[in-house]
């Protein structure tokens, strides 16, 4: 998968990467709003997922593996702090 990533940031460069990710999340954005809707299928939401998630490797391949881990852990327990508290009302997640 490495080798993937580093061919594709070789190919077309850093910037593209980042276009690229906001394009398919964008396009993932509207899967959703139509499948809620009932204008597509399952599939094309879970097409768009696919799509998102090969952008999400890329980016976390070259923002660094270990500091994306660090911050999902983080991130994690502070959802698990909120479970955890029944009187606590839902937090909008923090952005940083
Ligand atoms: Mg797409």
């Not at 999340?25 to 809707?37: G, W, Y």
């Not at 502070?78 to 937090?91: F, N, T, Y």
Request: glycine share 6%.
């Amino acid at each position: 998968m490495e080798q993937l990533y580093q061919a594709t940031l070789e190919k077309w460069g850093e910037e593209a990467q980042y276009d690229q990710a906001v394009e398919e999340c964008a396009e993932l954005i509207a899967a959703l709003k139509h499948f809620r809707r009932g204008k597509v299928d399952q599939q094309a939401v879970i097409d768009e997922l696919a799509d998102v998630t090969l952008m999400l490797g890329q980016l976390t391949w070259m923002f660094g593996a270990d500091a994306v881990e660090k911050s999902v852990q983080k991130k994690l327990e502070k959802l698990s702090r909120l479970l955890e508290s029944p009187d606590q009302q839902q937090e909008e997640p923090e952005d940083g």
